[in-house]
């Protein structure tokens, strides 16, 4: 997986996703998780990974559907709010409520206004 853009690169690996989960601040919204490490030294670019369990999408559609809409909700708060994403050295997202059975259903304003959402508790909370 590529960078999303200059200030994002991916999280590789399931190491990586239990380090971040054990040692970051944990974040909920309604519908996601999020485990945001924050940032101590000064870096240029913030990790991340997303994950969409099985068993709140059964279709592979659904979740790669869902992890677009994220992925570009990202790059809208990488584009208008740069500062809010170096708070943080690592984060991973984690959806926690069902998903529709259909791709068509999920909208990317609902998807984006909750990952603003868990980003300003986080930025509120990490100080």
Do not use: Q, W
């Not at 590529?2 to 380090?19: A, D, I, Q, V």
């Not at 913030?46 to 969409?52: C, D, E, L, M």
């Not at 708070?87 to 791709?103: A, C, D, G, M, Y």
Request: aromatic share 10%.
């Amino acid at each position: 997986m590529k960078r999303l853009t200059k200030l994002m690169k991916p999280l590789k690996g399931h190491n990586s996703f239990t380090r971040v989960i054990s040692k970051g601040v944990k974040v909920k919204s309604e519908s996601f998780v999020g485990f945001f490490v924050p940032n101590e030294s000064e870096i240029s670019f913030v990790k991340f990974g997303i994950s969409i369990p099985k068993k709140h999408a059964k279709k592979a559609v659904v979740r790669n559907r869902t992890k677009r809409l994220v992925k570009e909700s990202l790059i809208c708060l990488a584009k208008y709010d740069e500062d809010i994403l170096l708070t943080f050295e690592e984060f991973v997202l984690i959806r926690t409520e069902k998903l529709p059975s259909h791709p068509k259903l999920i909208s990317f304003s609902n998807v984006k206004a909750e990952i603003y959402e868990l980003f300003d508790k986080a930025k509120m909370r990490i100080g």
